[in-house]
């Protein structure tokens, strides 16, 4: 990129205009008055990574107001599980098809999203949207240990993030939740449904996807290398 005479640009201190260009540094001018000798190519790549965050929320809010379009007024929620009574939705079939909510829980609409808490591991671990309608008709290859099918309500999903291995899942004494400050307390009972603000579900989904994203390129990193070792 090139720095423009009176264009307007922002580091981490604030937003500054340039008002001089003497390579390698640029003289500017904060919003609060006062006036520094900048170098240019430091000041570049603080600004391109700014520029990128404002990029990527950007791109957040649009995809926020293109669900809402889909779906409406959508809502947000954690779950507990119980891992060693029954792992929803890492066994295979349709566990990580299917969610259930058993009575009287809440009713989920489509565009409904869900993040998955784990009781015993006290961490979140996965985020699903809901894409159907409510069936009270068990799913195939169903087994609870606890309650009668007719006791449930089960509804569509598509897994968005799953992290299997919950050592790398989000503690949950890394987070609060602003819209359930007691959800510790509340979801300790397993299949419990706490309601939160779509601020909050965004950025405990953020990272679980980071989390993902960095699996990703790790098992990638070792790809090229299992590769170059062969040739």
């Known amino acids: 990129m090139t720095f423009e005479l009176n264009g307007r640009y922002a580091n981490r201190k604030g937003h500054y205009t340039v008002l001089e260009l003497n390579p390698p540094k640029m003289t500017v001018r904060y919003d609060d008055g006062s006036e520094a000798q900048l170098n240019i190519a430091i000041q570049e790549r603080i600004w391109e990574n700014i520029a990128a965050e404002i990029e990527a929320q950007e791109s957040s809010r649009a995809a926020r107001a293109e669900r809402k379009k889909q779906h409406g007024d959508m809502k947000f929620y954690v779950k507990s599980l119980s891992m060693i009574a029954q792992e929803e939705i890492s066994a295979p079939g349709w566990r990580d098809k299917v969610t259930m909510v058993a009575e ?12 998955y808490y784990a009781i015993e ?19 195939k290859g169903f087994f609870y240990p606890a309650k009668d099918p007719s006791d449930f309500t089960f509804y569509p999903i598509d897994m968005d993030v799953i992290i299997s291995n919950l050592k790398m899942s989000v503690p949950d004494h890394t987070v609060e939740l602003e819209s359930a400050p007691s959800y510790k307390s509340q979801l300790v009972v397993p299949e419990t449904y706490i309601e939160i603000n779509e601020d909050d579900f965004e950025l405990l989904a953020e990272l679980l996807t980071e989390i993902i994203e960095e699996e990703e390129e790790e098992d990638e990193d070792l790809d090229s290398e299992d590769e170059d070792y062969e040739e």
């Open 121 to 139: 591991n006290k961490a979140f671990f996965a985020v699903a949207t809901v894409t159907g309608e409510a069936n009270n008709s068990p799913p």
């Open 104 to 115: 009287p829980g809440p009713k989920l609409l489509p565009g409904s999203r869900v993040i």
